[in-house]
């Protein structure tokens, strides 16, 4: 675990204070509320640079 990122908050939270840019994988494997959305972005600091990932869904 890189340091810094251990202590109080939610791996988000923790990454987020050590990290400028932090990827979301779990958007990969499924879709997350609008309001997880907000709450994520509630969580970080202003500028983090979030990237999420999403699976291309088949719309046949």
């Known amino acids: 675990m890189p340091a810094g990122t251990g202590g109080a ?3 988000l ?3 987020a204070r050590v990290f400028r ?3 979301i ?5 499924r879709s ?4 997880t959305y ?3 972005a509630g969580a970080t600091p202003a500028g983090l640079d979030a ?3 999403a699976r291309e869904l088949s719309l046949r």
């Open 13 to 15: 939270e923790r990454y």
């Open 9 to 11: 908050g939610t791996h």
């Open 21 to 23: 840019c932090v990827e």
């Open 51 to 53: 990237r999420y990932t």
């Open 25 to 29: 994988t779990s958007s990969f494997y």
């Open 38 to 40: 907000v709450r994520w």
């Open 32 to 35: 997350h509320s609008v309001a």
